[in-house]
């Protein structure tokens, strides 16, 4: 009597030019496949053993990756996306430009913002993002809830950093008094939002963290209790931190330090904390940061467009800091694909460091592996391995961008293209397929964005056409 057929498994990727499960050996196997079933994947393997599947989608000519982790982003930005007056100065130039802008966001811009946002992110083969949203305009709404709704439609992992502002201008900060909120305000408020939606399982779909915006825009006293509170609360922290030479000028003259010295003094030197760019710390600064286990949010396209600088990204990788990557804001990066940051990470990280410096290689650990443990979750994703979360991306390897290509499909991946994904799943369930996004009325959700964008520029008083 023959043994009984295996029970089906949800979904099979099958026949893919290579898988680069990002495991502990860092294993990749040609021709292999990956099997996901109830949300987390259940096997990979070599061709000839898949398992029988209810789904099979076809990764034939494929790079099958883990999916990709974005761990900074600003997604109410692609509001004011591509604005050419903020790009005629520098960092806090940028910022002065655009706040009149973003000041006049609400509950319905944030959350059709989002949708069009995380859509955008899955086509370029994103599972999981973060979100750094900062700007809480008095009337505005429940900002933050209206991310992770439209986070639960497109079907993405997410995480909601709860941002915060509370030093205005007349206080000796950057933003203006419309967009500031008082420290207890924003502590009770990250407090409600943490218990209503943080979910700190294996399986999260959304969690929560802490994020007073940077040392230029919120109190020392914020910065201190929100570290206490996070820790009550068990959730991770984050905030942008040495983007640019301008905030260390501002922490030498506010604080008499610089602001790695700052973000210690004020308790968060630590590996509850990622933040954003660390273009400018020194070579002590650096082995502090990976003493704490902090991690880094690498933004290689934004800090190019601002020209804010060259983050030391090899350093810190060898120092023991978690670099992962991020697109940060769709007005600073404008085109929100990880996959090109990848490219850039990889670019500029040979222009800085040599030719030796970087490989695909390591820019595709850094958008998996190591954003993952940027967010605190080393080992739910950012890998291919039995267990796992069923978050799967298949790359397409052919066509003419592709001739010639036959040595290395992971370097390849990143050195030719331009690269979208074929399919995109997340805990199973395909968000692309072939291509296509799998959602609801795209048009609709891109003629309201349109419409909301044009009353915000219009109301702000500047006008696309500035």
């Known amino acids: 009597m023959s043994p009984p057929e295996p029970p089906a498994v949800d979904l099979v990727l099958a026949g893919a030019e290579l898988v680069a499960t990002l495991d502990e050996d860092r294993a990749e196997i040609p021709g292999g496949w990956v099997a996901l079933d109830?949300?987390?994947?259940?096997?990979?393997g070599a061709p000839g053993a898949e398992p029988p599947a209810k789904t099979?989608?076809?990764?034939?000519?494929?790079?099958?990756t883990p999916g990709l982790v974005n761990t900074h982003h600003h997604l109410y930005q692609n509001l004011t996306r591509a604005f050419a007056p903020a790009l005629r100065g520098d960092l806090f130039h940028w910022l002065r430009t655009l706040y009149p802008h973003w000041s006049l966001i609400d509950e319905e811009a944030v959350y059709v913002s989002t949708w069009i946002g995380l859509a955008e992110l899955a086509l370029g083969g994103c599972t999981t993002t973060s979100d750094h949203l900062y700007l809480h305009p008095r009337g505005a709404g429940d900002l933050i809830s209206a991310e992770i709704a439209?986070?639960?439609?497109?079907?993405?992992?997410?995480?909601?950093?709860?941002?915060?502002?509370?030093?205005?201008?007349?206080?000796?900060?950057?933003?203006?008094?419309?967009?500031?909120?008082?420290?207890?305000?924003?502590?009770?408020?990250?407090?409600?939002?943490?218990?209503?939606?943080?979910?700190?399982?294996?399986?999260?779909?959304?969690?929560?963290?802490?994020?007073?915006?940077?040392?230029?825009?919120?109190?020392?006293?914020?910065?201190?209790?929100?570290?206490?509170?996070?820790?009550?609360?068990?959730?991770?922290?984050?905030t942008h931190l040495a983007e640019s030479a301008d905030e260390d000028e501002f922490c030498r003259e506010e604080f008499g330090c610089r602001p790695i010295e700052y973000f210690d003094e004020v308790g968060w030197g630590g590996d509850r904390a990622w933040v954003a760019h660390c273009v400018w710390p020194s070579d002590s600064e650096i082995e502090r940061l990976g003493t704490w286990g902090t991690g880094v949010a690498h933004c290689p396209s934004s800090n190019m467009l601002i020209g804010a600088g060259a983050a030391p990204v090899v350093d810190m990788r060898a120092a023991g800091v978690p670099v992962g990557i991020g697109c940060d804001g769709s007005a600073s990066t404008d085109s929100a694909s990880l996959w090109m940051e990848c490219r850039n990470a990889l670019l500029l990280g040979r222009l800085r460091g040599g030719a030796a410096a970087m490989g695909a290689r390591d820019a595709l650990e850094m958008a998996t592996r190591d954003s993952a443990a940027c967010l605190g979750r080393s080992g739910e994703i950012g890998q291919l391995t039995s267990g796992a979360a069923?978050?799967?991306?298949?790359?397409?390897?052919?066509?003419?961008?592709?001739?010639?290509?036959?040595?290395?499909?992971?370097?390849?991946?990143?050195?030719?293209?331009?690269?979208?994904?074929?399919?995109?799943?997340?805990?199973?369930r395909p968000i692309v397929l072939d291509g296509e996004l799998q959602l609801g009325d795209v048009e609709g959700m891109l003629a309201r964005h349109r419409a909301l964008a044009t009353a915000i520029q219009r109301r702000s008083g500047t006008g696309s056409s500035e």
């Open 150 to 238: 439209a986070a639960g439609e497109i079907g993405m992992r997410f995480h909601a950093t709860r941002g915060s502002m509370s030093l205005s201008e007349k206080d000796g900060g950057l933003p203006p008094d419309s967009v500031v909120q008082d420290d207890d305000e924003i502590l009770a408020d990250s407090e409600r939002l943490v218990r209503s939606h943080h979910d700190p399982g294996p399986d999260a779909m959304v969690q929560v963290a802490l994020a007073p915006c940077s040392p230029f825009s919120v109190t020392r006293e914020l910065m201190r209790r929100t570290a206490e509170l996070a820790e009550r609360l068990d959730v991770r922290l984050h």
């Open 390 to 428: 069923g978050d799967v991306v298949a790359w397409p390897l052919e066509g003419i961008p592709f001739a010639g290509a036959l040595s290395d499909p992971i370097e390849a991946w990143l050195r030719c293209g331009p690269v979208a994904a074929r399919h995109t799943v997340v805990a199973g």
């Open 56 to 64: 099979t989608l076809d990764a034939k000519g494929c790079l099958v």
């Open 38 to 44: 109830d949300g987390r994947v259940a096997a990979v």
